[in-house]
């Protein structure tokens, strides 16, 4: 799946911000709210009727209680008619449940469960093991419950340890993708925007994305970088550009991929070609020069398959470094070859260029887009996955079987 934007995380008041909050508003003594504070235990009401109201009301009787979930307390989202309303204990309990769950607890817990034993995690973590296994027992007496079974000679987790494993990796997660968001939205107006593409895609997928995206974002900084796919893959797996666009699917390596659209391919040939927009046999191509793409590149390994398999494998060959020299050379008369018909879409619909059809025809390629994996994500990163389905799902248009101006009688 495609990342999405990390949720919205609501501020929760904890005990420490209460008792700051009475000590300021309540004229009463320290060694009074002390007293008061200890009495403020998370619990629920045992009976389930109305919420109990903690005791020293006139400890909370000025505390100022936000009105609604998204003003500072989590819990139930009823309106507080007055600024001194009391705190009921639900209250009090949900900010106890969130005190109780600590980011770095839960990622030395899970790496104990990971690891099998608090020595290996220790190890991996760079800490003691008196250390490791000092904060899992914090977490446990925290969440109250045994979180780890030390009775085997391995370490398991207990059905509770189970379920807050599934829940810390969901968690920690989403906190790493928050800081990177955070992150990169704050480097943002200084930072460029890089993104990677193969020759034949950037040449005509990635201009109308980076004019959407400097539409939205008139201060953007944006460069492409155009290179094969190996090169491609290996700038996505050490994170030093977030996406990749490619004519196909690139060697594996620690960044995700999907199909972003499916890429028509089209034999192209000068207009005063003999042989322009008819359909045409491999044998009828055999004394053609055929125009490659560099080394490396997808819709080049195509045109040499297309080759083999219509027995052209003798044919005259010609190298050339990108789509837009290929077009040119075709235009003048220099060979056929094999591009995308989205890339020759204008020239096809006016003439500059036409089409051979062949049989067995060329068949249509897959076009992916492909995200790091080595660092999050930023949200103008996001945004470019979005504007790429976007253009891509855009239909290209066909050319007549002959350009008008070349029909004769």
Known sequence: MRPTLAPHFETVLTHHHIATIVDRFTPIRRDQRRSAESRVEPRIDERRSAPAIVPTEQ???????????????????????????????????????VMRLNLNQLAIFAKVIECGGFSAAAQVLFLSQSSVSKQVQNLETSLRTVLVDRSGPKIRPTP???????QTKEMLALADHAVGAVQAA???????????STSAVG??????????????????????????????????????????????PLPPGRYESEQLASDDMVL?????HPLA?????????????????????QTRRQLLELLHTW????????DLWGTESVREAVRIGLGVSLVSRRSVRFELLHGILAELHTRPGPAPRTVTTNW???????IYEELLLSLLHEVADAPAPTAPHRPAELITD
């Open 59 to 97: 400890v909370f009787s000025g505390l100022l209680v936000g009105c609604g979930p998204h003003q500072g307390m989590t819990g139930t989202a009823e309106a507080c008619p007055t600024a001194r309303r009391p705190v009921a204990l639900h209250h009090i309990h949900a900010i106890g449940a």
């Open 160 to 166: 509770a340890g189970r379920v807050l494993l599934a």
């Open 186 to 196: 704050a480097r943002w107006p200084i930072e460029r925007l890089v993104v990677g």
């Open 203 to 248: 040449d005509y997928l990635l201009p109308a994305v980076m004019r959407e995206l400097r539409r939205r974002e008139p201060d953007g900084l944006f460069t492409v970088v155009v290179n094969s796919p190996e090169c491609l893959a290996g700038a996505l797996e050490q994170g030093r550009i977030g996406v990749g666009v490619a004519d196909g």
């Open 268 to 272: 192209i040939c000068a207009p005063d």
């Open 277 to 297: 927009g008819q359909e045409v046999t491999p044998a009828e191509l055999s004394s053609e020069s055929f125009l490659l793409l560099e080394p490396g590149s």
């Open 311 to 318: 027995d052209l494998v003798g044919a005259r060959t010609l």
């Open 372 to 378: 790091t994996l080595a660092r999050p994500l930023s």
